[in-house]
């Protein structure tokens, strides 16, 4: 089945401890970006990358990383997570950079 | 910097009503419009991709307009459905430097009740 997941789908943490949100798309996209949904907010756009190796920042890059070393994963890496940072996390692919985007389930994030 | 609004920011209608769901853009420099689904505590759903040289595009009782020289969109729901309930929103697609960046409204919010 044509997907993107998103692990793990919960996550309460503590402020400073270092974590890792895996992405994975099984559709050889080119594209995968990375999302976050706060209430009132809506849906800001933190790093993308068209391609493998190839990445840039979205509205909100700020206490994220990105890398993309191969084309089915896109991790997002928290360094020093804070309390601002708890949100609702998505994970999104689509076949360019112009095409029609999947997304993933979701990982919701709580920095205690 | 590109902003997408969306109104009514929530709508509740009796079953078997046609709706129309607004979403406005301030830079029409855009590659294309994409609508999407949201269920509570789910991701999203793709419904429609517009083209920027597209005017419509349609999608069973779902019909999606751009109107790129003027920023808006509609999302048409013809004879809604209880199931229809969720959030709809919308995501523009930017041009040239800004062609990996999605700008999202916030989305309307719609209950259709039995």
């Known amino acids: 089945e044509a997907q993107v997941t998103q692990n793990p789908r919960y996550l309460i943490t503590v402020t400073g401890k270092k974590l890792t949100v895996t992405c994975s798309q099984n559709m050889n996209h080119e594209y995968m970006s990375w999302y976050r949904q706060d209430p009132g907010l809506g849906l800001r756009q933190i790093y993308y990358s068209m391609n493998v190796e190839v990445t840039d920042k979205g509205d909100v890059p700020e206490g994220y990383k990105v890398s993309r070393k191969e084309k089915r994963n896109f991790p997002l890496i928290l360094e020093s997570p804070s309390p601002n940072q708890t949100s609702l996390y998505f994970c999104a692919s689509s076949l360019s950079g112009t095409g029609e985007q999947f997304f993933g389930p979701g990982t919701r994030l709580t920095v205690l | ?114």
């Open chain 2, 1 to 114: 910097k590109q902003e997408v609004t969306q109104i009514p920011a929530a709508l509740s209608v009796p079953e078997g009503e046609n709706l129309v769901l607004n979403c406005s853009f301030t830079d029409s420099a855009i590659y294309n419009l994409q609508w999407f689904r949201q269920d509570p505590g789910k991701g999203l759903t793709s419904l429609l991709l517009i083209q920027s040289s597209q005017r419509e595009q349609t999608s069973g009782r779902l019909n999606a307009s751009l109107d790129k020289s003027s920023g808006r969109s509609t999302l048409y729901i013809a004879a809604s459905q209880p199931g229809d309930s969720a959030t709809y929103l919308c995501a523009v697609r930017g041009r040239g430097s800004t062609l990996g960046r999605l700008y999202f409204g916030r989305g309307t919010q719609l209950t259709v009740w039995p």
